[in-house]
């Protein structure tokens, strides 16, 4: 018999999480599905399913999030999956990025998924069960010109995701990053995605060229959107979930070849590799 589950998805409005929250739904679980604002416009885009309580949270406000987590559990009892969605690009060179635009990027995509994370986190201790999806990225694989300030935000996510793993696989607790390649969202219209107005002709053949391709790749990515979050309930129904979850083929041609090129340099570089341990430390 299948088990009806709380999901509680972050960034529900549009775009992945709202396409994740319609999934869970559908599939006849309760869902809490967050929005910066507007609330009633996605009751409404979901029918006023009497199964969903749609909240107000901005990720970045602790008090927000305090009273987000609390509304889920005094509705439905308990969160048994967490989708740590809530997140935004940032398109610019490294040196090219203003420091309030990283800044903001980490409070969101980093700092933001640990502040929901630690208010759900007792929650799911006290029931020791519970599934945390982390939203990563290709970008949380491999870095890309253009796109290192966002790359290293997805790149803690990575760390943040294996790190907690560990610690709360004997508590029953399961952690999964999703590693999306491009879908296709509104993730490169200018209403999600930040560009620096800083530009140094030194990197137009990487950092810009990379922002002309991404206006030529919006809404043509091959992702969808609607599939991912079908394999989102998949992966909530497993009893075994993979800590790392690649989604599109994109993604796993950048792992790949990432993966060959560290070989070729460990190959190269083995005997530097291994000439830096004490003597006395053999093997």
């Excluded at 709380?6 to 309760?30: D, M, N, P, Q």
Aim: charged share 20%; net charge neutral.
């Amino acid at each position: 018999m299948k088990k009806i589950k709380v999901w509680f998805v972050t960034g529900a409005s549009r775009g992945l999480g709202f396409e994740i929250a319609k999934a869970a739904l559908k599939a006849g679980h309760k869902v809490v599905a967050t929005v910066r604002s507007n609330p009633d416009q996605l009751l409404n885009q979901l029918n006023g399913d009497e199964n969903l309580l749609v909240s107000i949270l901005d990720v970045t406000d602790k008090s927000l999030v305090t009273t987000s987590v609390k509304a889920a559990v005094d509705k439905f009892g308990g969160i048994d999956i967490l989708v740590n969605n809530a997140g935004y690009g940032l398109l610019s060179g490294v040196e090219e990025a203003r420091d309030e635009d990283v800044r903001q990027n980490y409070e969101t995509n980093v700092f933001g998924l640990l502040n929901v994370t630690r208010e759900v986190l007792p929650q799911m201790r006290l029931q020791r069960s519970g599934h945390i999806i982390n939203l990563s990225s290709v970008g949380g694989i491999s870095g890309f010109p253009g796109w290192g300030i966002y790359c290293s935000t997805k790149f803690a996510v990575e760390g943040i995701t294996e790190s907690m793993a560990f610690e709360l696989l004997p508590l029953g607790i399961h952690v999964t990053a999703v590693e999306p390649g491009f879908f296709r969202t509104d993730f490169l219209d200018i209403s999600s995605l930040t560009v620096t107005g800083k530009i140094i002709a030194d990197y137009d053949d990487t950092a810009g060229e990379m922002r002309r391709q991404m206006v030529l790749t919006n809404k043509k990515q091959p992702g969808s959107a609607a599939k991912l979050a079908q394999a989102l309930i998949a992966l909530a129904n497993c009893e075994t979930p993979p800590v790392h979850l690649m989604l599109g083929k994109d993604t796993l041609a950048v792992y790949r070849e990432k993966v060959a090129k560290i070989e070729n340099e460990i190959k190269k570089w083995h005997t530097i590799i291994t000439s830096t341990d004490h003597d006395s430390i053999s093997g």
